[in-house]
């Protein structure tokens, strides 16, 4: 999957802008990075949002266990990886169907978020239990909310293009091709939220995010990790 937001809607991270300060590498733009993905993907779905947004995902090479999903309600977009093992107790707490899937049932636990406050965001992923990463975007308030789960057993990335876009995915050598080494992993057991401003840890929601600079082989630019006694999120 993969989605990509201009700095109107997310300001690139300092922490990757000075990563590929650091290492100046090959990048390319939003659009290319896009085309990449969708030329890859024969059968890949691409949806944009204004003029500020694209999103996209296919079905190919994904794990059968771990399905790749997308859905729009109410303006509000959505694209989901991986399975929740508590996807029907959840289906019962915020009063959907029994035939809405994962990717449904985070479109309204994003909406309760957003409607409720104060809800901390915190307890919105805390509460999913499985293995998973999910990009929302909230067209009527220009809100992103990306996370995923304490394991990384979906993985996701983000970088920065040639152009400023930030962009998420879950393909890191489809980004290593964009963002250089404006580019890392997303820490495990952790969401970001363009409502907040910051990255943070939903399971030690206190304890600080920090970057540190990659080694000068690695691909990454950037490593983030959660900080404090309980070290729940670091980025391989």
């Given amino acids: 999957m993969l989605g990509i937001f201009s700095s109107s809607i997310m300001p690139p991270p300092d922490e990757l802008v000075a990563a590929g300060s650091r290492t100046p590498s090959p990048k390319v733009t939003a659009d290319k990075l896009l085309a990449r993905f969708l030329d890859a993907n024969s059968s890949a779905i691409s949806v944009k949002v204004g003029d500020d947004v694209q999103l996209a995902y296919s079905h190919r090479n994904q794990s059968a266990l771990l399905p790749r999903s997308f859905a729009v309600k109410d303006e509000i977009f959505c694209l989901f990886e991986g399975a929740l093992d508590n996807l029907g107790s959840l289906k019962q707490q915020y009063g959907l169907a029994k035939s809405a899937n994962e990717v449904l049932l985070m479109i309204e636990a994003y909406k309760t978020l957003r409607d409720r406050a104060p809800y901390p965001p ?72 363009t409502a907040i401003g910051e990255l943070r840890s939903y399971e030690n929601p206190k304890n600080k995010i920090t970057a540190v600079p990659a080694q000068e082989e690695e691909i990454w630019g950037a490593k983030f990790m959660v900080e404090g006694p309980s070290i729940v999120a670091a980025t391989k």
Avoid: M, R
Avoid at 136 to 164: C, H, Q, R
């Fill in 122 to 193: 915190n307890h919105v992923v805390g509460h999913l239990e499985g293995n998973f990463a999910f990009i929302v975007f909230d067209k009527s308030t220009s809100t992103l909310f990306v996370a995923t789960d304490p394991n990384a057993k979906v993985p996701l990335y983000w970088g920065i293009t040639a152009d400023g876009y930030v962009a998420f995915a879950d393909d890191a050598d489809l980004l290593k091709g964009a963002c250089g080494k404006s580019l890392a992993s997303f820490p495990q057991g952790c969401f970001f939220s």
